[in-house]
């Protein structure tokens, strides 16, 4: 399977509630984002085998700030996907945003720890989600729910990070001040597609703020301005975000299929 069919394939297998019939050794992946916690199984191959996911606010601004709430998501998705595989899990990686150190960047370990899955391996965000795309030469931005990272590779090596605090609940926070409705129902606003036409003008300079944003990281690497540029994360599946990210960024970017699957993607294929 190339990139595309990966996702589309994880896709299929997290809403059907099902698991491809593909030979362990299998690979773990723990996706803590700011509103949504997904779980990832692949093959050696980076295959997706199944998953899960469950819409959470246990992390903000790429910090976990419900460490036991955290823990309990992602005890129960690992237990629904050992219940479509038939096996049990012992490992797994997880992710952070480009620049988290110290104890923040240690919590998310210890959360799969507290879940019964072994951590083995910590990557950054962006990272994650160029290897899911099979990236050796480009940009990727992953827009989270508090922060936006980037990362920057040429001929398969990183050479560039960044990160910064824009993202997703930004988007949520002008809806509910816009439509003087709480937070929560803002956020279901936004995941609604029948509605994201009606909502863009209110959320259009949010989107082009972060795309100012993520031109104004990577200032002065007149390199990079010929290198493809692909955004992920939730915030990517608003129709409409590809053409007026790429307005505001001032060249054309690529969303792929289900953008919030590409970083937990990731993150499976390097457990």
């Not at 419900?66 to 096996?87: Q, S, W």
Request: negative net charge.
């Amino acid at each position: 399977m190339d990139a595309y069919e990966k996702i589309y394939q994880l896709y299929h297998l997290i809403k059907t509630k099902t698991a491809a019939d593909l030979p362990g050794p299998y690979k773990v992946g723990v996706d803590l984002g700011t509103a949504d916690v997904v779980l990832v199984v692949t093959d050696e191959s980076g295959n997706p085998v199944a998953g899960s996911m469950r819409w959470a606010s246990v992390v903000k601004d790429g910090l976990v700030v419900d460490f036991r709430g955290a823990m309990v998501i992602v005890e129960k998705l690992k237990a629904e996907v050992e219940a479509i595989m038939g096996i049990t899990l012992d490992k797994g990686a997880t992710a952070i945003p480009p620049g988290t150190v110290g104890r923040n960047a240690l919590a998310c370990g210890h959360v799969i720890a507290g879940a019964g899955l072994e951590p083995v391996c910590q990557v950054d965000e962006p990272v994650a989600a160029a290897k899911a795309l099979d990236i050796s030469h480009g940009i990727v931005v992953d827009i989270g729910g508090g922060t936006t990272g980037i990362a920057v590779l040429k001929n398969g090596e990183l050479v560039f990070t960044a990160d910064e605090p824009t993202g997703g609940t930004h988007v949520s926070l002008v809806l509910a001040g816009a439509y003087k409705i709480p937070f929560e129902e803002a956020e279901i606003l936004k995941r609604d597609p029948a509605r994201h036409r009606k909502i863009m003008p209110v959320i259009l300079p949010v989107i082009e703020k972060m795309a100012t944003v993520v031109k104004n990281m990577l200032a002065g690497y007149d390199e990079f301005n010929e290198y493809p540029v692909y955004v992920v994360g939730g915030t990517a599946y608003l129709q409409g975000f590809e053409t007026e990210f790429g307005k505001a960024f001032g060249r054309k970017v690529h969303v792929p299929p289900h953008p919030l699957l590409v970083t937990p993607l990731g993150i499976a294929m390097f457990g």
